[in-house]
């Protein structure tokens, strides 16, 4: 596979080279593999994960696909991801789509815990991928605790998690994989539900809950160019490394002596300024930009307009909208701007369920 350049500045220039291996291959069980006492459930065993807002990475010079991290902010949404799971004598039997991430994190599962039994694993999701609302993280997650739940929760809801972060991948188009760019911000918050907070290497740095009771709209403007594979590597880990090196402090800061006061208050309003201000900040600034000015100019207008909160999601281009305001008052301020309430719904404060069935 190619080598993609990595810039962060006129004196720092270093080649990664992505090498995908097959699904089952170069696992992380992090210390946490050893003998369970294992109870597999007779039935099936079904996780509800939600999607996720991220919103910004605190410093991406703090990840790489084969180092989880940098920190960053989300949010859960009640969109969902789930994974239905039944114990098995052998084998993996998958019913999903993307194969072969599925198989990856049951094997690093199967390894972690030692079991030598089989899974009949069917998974689905929220059907909007690679446009910002975490469809591959909430699915692991939903999948881990599927697995876990069945097996009589041998793990722990974080031993999960960095599970996920450490063994995170996207699927080639040969049925390999290759890691992925995982700052643990999306099964932060689809774990626990509410705003997270997370520092460098996967760590929760806070929780609480967000906009209880406000709507959440999730409109997706047209673009041509793309938010995943080389495009998001060449993204993150040039521009945005370089930026982040200008203005991580400030990010770091903004999150820590005014979001989370704001949080305490519940206060949307000063949540969405500071998030605002956020996006012409650092990485955060380099993945509206990858779109074009005109999301930029589109998410001024809906501002302007005195919507509480707006933002784009990851390196995007959904942008979200959190407000008081009604389906219609919403449709009427978007549609002149070319753009589309393509979700309706609210933030997950709850996290992750299980169903056992």
């Known amino acids: 596979m190619a080598k993609m350049k990595i810039r962060g500045g006129d004196l720092d220039l270093v080649e990664y080279e992505f090498q995908p291996f097959l699904p089952g291959e170069r696992i992380h069980t992090l210390g946490f593999e050893k003998d369970y006492h294992l109870t597999p459930h007779s039935g099936i065993v079904k996780a509800i994960a939600p999607g996720r807002i991220h919103l910004t990475v605190l410093d991406m010079n703090r990840f790489a696909p084969d180092r ?28 999903y789509s993307r194969e072969p991430i599925i198989l990856h994190f049951a094997e690093v599962f199967k390894k972690t815990v030692h079991y030598e039994g089989g899974f009949k694993i069917s998974v689905s999701d929220h059907e909007k991928k690679h446009v910002g609302l975490g469809s591959t993280g909430s699915v692991l997650l939903a999948l881990g605790h599927a697995m876990n739940a069945a097996l009589g929760s041998p793990l722990n809801s974080e031993q999960i998690r960095l599970l996920i972060g450490h063994n995170y991948v996207e699927e080639t188009e040969d049925g390999q994989v290759a890691r992925g760019f995982e700052t643990g911000v999306g099964p932060a918050a689809a774990t626990y539900g509410g705003m997270v907070i997370t520092g460098d290497e996967l760590a929760i740095a806070y929780r609480h809950s967000f906009a209880e009771g406000k709507r959440v709209f999730i409109t997706i403007p047209p673009t041509i160019v793309s938010s995943a594979g080389r495009a998001e590597f060449d993204l993150l880990m040039n521009r945005a490394r370089n930026l982040d090196y200008q203005d991580r402090e400030l990010k770091a800061y903004l999150l820590l002596m005014d979001l989370i006061p704001a949080l305490q208050r519940e206060d949307l309003k ?48 959904s942008i979200a909208i959190v407000t008081d305001r009604s389906r219609e008052a919403v449709a009427r301020l978007i549609e002149p701007l070319g753009m589309q309430i393509a979700i309706e719904t609210k933030v997950n404060n709850e996290g992750l369920k299980i169903i056992y069935q």
């Not at 991290?69 to 998958?94: D, H, K, P, R, W």
């Not at 996006?279 to 998410?299: L, T």
């Not at 707006?310 to 281009?317: A, C, K, N, R, W």
């Open 68 to 95: 989880p991290g940098g920190g960053g902010v989300g949010f859960a949404l009640q969109i969902f991801c789930s994974a239905e799971v039944e114990c098995t004598a052998s084998g993996l039997e998958i019913d």
């Open 270 to 317: 000063k949540i969405g300024d500071i998030i605002w201000e956020i996006e012409f900040r650092g990485s955060k600034r380099a993945e509206v930009e990858h779109h074009g000015f005109e999301i930029y100019r589109q998410m001024s207008l809906l501002r302007e307009s005195g919507l509480e909160f707006v933002g784009m999601s990851s390196v995007g281009p």
